[in-house]
């Protein structure tokens, strides 16, 4: 059995995935550990981001005066997740990860996985385009890698055995200056509740996928 | 066993999520049939939304014809995934989803499942922020919405024993109309290309999540 496969405490993917509900009400006596905390974290993390720069930030907000402080910048209609929760994973984008875009690929180029042709044109197309960005974009591709990792974050959680709610009804001036984060690189994406449900939650329906798909001729 | 479970061919999440990688070489003789593409897309949307409003659009491209349309609103870059792909789901965020809010809520109220109570705080709660909503918040929560689908797809493909890549290397001026979609409701997010992968795939790492985690104070 591979290592990651040992962490988990369900692993049927039909299960995780389809029978995944937002729950908001969590057992309040329930402690999770920041070793595993961190392990989902890292699992989550598998998942894809743009140019592989992993734009995301993870702040873990598990302590009373943390929560205090966090429900700052929370809507009061998300109290309930962030007061039985134990532990919220707030995820923000990172807009600077480009930085390191240089350093990142020429890494993979040195570790022998791509050729110096396809280094330089990765270098060439998506490089210009950062450096070039707006601010309006570098939040949208940071919006959509934290996106990414907080939907394997809710699925990681179950497959751990808990249950989870993402939520954005934040304020979005007050919530990075709260974790303590530059307002000037990060945005504020999603919370992730995580915990055991102390009761079963909403069970949404979702319409006909067929109402929602075109075939393009 | 669950009707969804019949549907996969790998329900191994740990493989299915973590050996995951992007694939953008596919072999161009593989076809998935238009109902097994739709039961994917069923499958990914599964996924949460803000206020189960699903802000989602999907335009499936998977003919010769569909593909040369589709090519001229994406960057050369991508290329290789469009031409090889079985086909590519076009993901386009919904940014008139909450005109229906008040149907959808009404609905859940009507089937019991939520009390009237909790229908008015819900009402009272985010239609008026999205009724008020500037289109750049209209556009974020749909950028989120559809990122969590998908990432969902993306894992859906691998669960059908296909493999897929994300990209959003296109162009967003082009794209909406391109696929014959309203520009003043949709608003571009991402392509899946999906299909049987013809080599193995760049394994890109990932930084360690533990430089990437805080613990609120």
């Known amino acids: 059995m591979s290592e990651a496969v040992k962490n988990l405490v369900n692993n049927d993917l039909a299960d995780v995935m389809f029978n995944r509900h937002s729950v908001r009400q969590f057992d309040p006596n329930v402690k999770i550990g920041r070793d595993e905390l961190q392990k989902m974290i890292a699992e989550a993390a598998t998942a894809p981001s743009a140019c592989n720069l992993q734009s995301w930030h993870f702040v ?61 044109q990765i270098l060439g197309t998506f490089l210009p385009l950062y450096e070039n960005a707006t601010p309006d974009f570098l939040k949208f591709d940071a919006t959509i890698d934290c996106s990414v990792v907080g939907m394997q974050l809710l699925l990681v959680a179950r497959a751990h055995g808990y249950d989870a709610n993402a939520f954005s009804g934040i304020d979005f001036e007050k919530m990075i200056p709260t974790l303590g984060l530059d307002p000037k690189r990060y945005v504020p994406v999603m919370g992730i509740a995580i915990g055991k449900a102390a009761q079963e939650p909403l069970h949404t329906t979702r319409y006909d996928a067929k109402t929602q798909t075109d075939f393009l001729a």
């Open 60 to 120: 873990v907000v598990d302590t009373p005066e943390a929560k205090a402080k966090f429900k700052q910048a929370v809507m009061k209609f998300n109290y309930p997740q962030v007061d039985s929760a134990s532990a919220i994973v707030f995820i923000a984008g990172d807009t600077q990860s480009h930085y390191v875009y240089r350093d990142v690929w020429n890494k993979v180029y040195e570790d022998g996985n791509i050729t110096k042709e396809r280094l330089d």
